[in-house]
T-cell receptor, first 115, second 114 residues
Framework: AQSVTQLDSQVPVFEEAPVELRCNYSSSVSVYLFWYVQYPNQGLQLLLKYLSGSTLVESINGFEAEFNKSQTSFHLRKPSVHISDTAEYFCAVSGSGGSNYKLTFGKGTLLTVNP | DTEVTQTPKHLVMGMTNKKSLKCEQHMGHRAMYWYKQKAKKPPELMFVYSYEKLSINESVPSRFSPECPNSSLLNLHLHALQPEDSALYLC?????????????FGPGTRLTVL
């Protein structure tokens, strides 16, 4: 079984400031890791994923996350945020073997970008 | 087509009504999911279908009845719901139950039970 901890339930920042949203996971097996974003009144959109290979993964809109196996972390970062990045961000983990049907989500971090 | 669509967008129903939620994808995915999401919470898994067969039921009350008529379509039939069932209902799909578990989500149906 897996679990995910998102340490910050809310992160307020000013526009153009850097941001880090923290995610730690627990698993007894190898994992896949995901960040999903949910804008108000919308469904979840995949922001980025770690499956294997390079531990640094990037999205098309400037976010990046680094898989750190020793610290069991997958923190999300952006060097300069925009008002439009205001949303709920969910970190999720899945086992990488067998019939891995379940995504285990963290409780979410609400990122609020202020002008 | 890389989308998961859901209808209706909003639904208001009484506790004695029967209604259905619909989800559709044309990506050739063979696994489809229903989730329930309460405000300010992560999605909670309800059902998983694989190759049109129910694979997982996460102990969901029988007033929720899923159906997968074909590989592109997933329904959720609702009957005798309670006000606490009010939530955002999300559908998701993925290519199959093996592999990366990257799931593609629809926009959801906002359900209000009066």
């Amino acid at each position: 079984a897996q679990s995910v901890t998102q340490l910050d339930s809310q992160v307020p920042v000013f526009e153009e400031a850097p941001v880090e949203l923290r995610c730690n996971y627990s698993s007894s097996v190898s994992v896949y890791l995901f960040w999903y974003v949910q804008y108000p009144n919308q469904g979840l959109q995949l922001l980025l994923k770690y499956l294997s290979g390079s531990t640094l993964v990037e999205s098309i809109n400037g976010f990046e996350a680094e898989f750190n196996k020793s610290q069991t972390s997958f923190h999300l970062r952006k060097p300069s945020v925009h008002i439009s990045d205001t949303a709920e961000y969910f970190c999720a983990v899945s086992g990488s073997g067998g019939s891995n049907y379940k995504l285990t989500f963290g409780k979410g971090t609400l990122l609020t970008v202020n002008p | 087509d890389t989308e998961v669509t859901q209808t209706p967008k909003h639904l208001v129903m009484g506790m004695t009504n029967k209604k259905s939620l619909k989800c559709e994808q044309h990506m050739g995915h063979r696994a489809m999911y229903w989730y329930k999401q309460k405000a300010k919470k992560p999605p909670e898994l309800m059902f998983v279908y694989s190759y049109e067969k129910l694979s997982i039921n996460e102990s969901v009350p029988s007033r929720f009845s899923p159906e997968c008529p074909n590989s592109s379509l997933l329904n959720l039939h609702l009957h005798a719901l309670q006000p606490e069932d009010s939530a955002l209902y999300l559908c998701a799909s993925r290519p199959g139950l093996a592999g990366s578990n990257e799931q593609f989500f629809g926009p959801g149906t906002r359900l209000t039970v009066l």
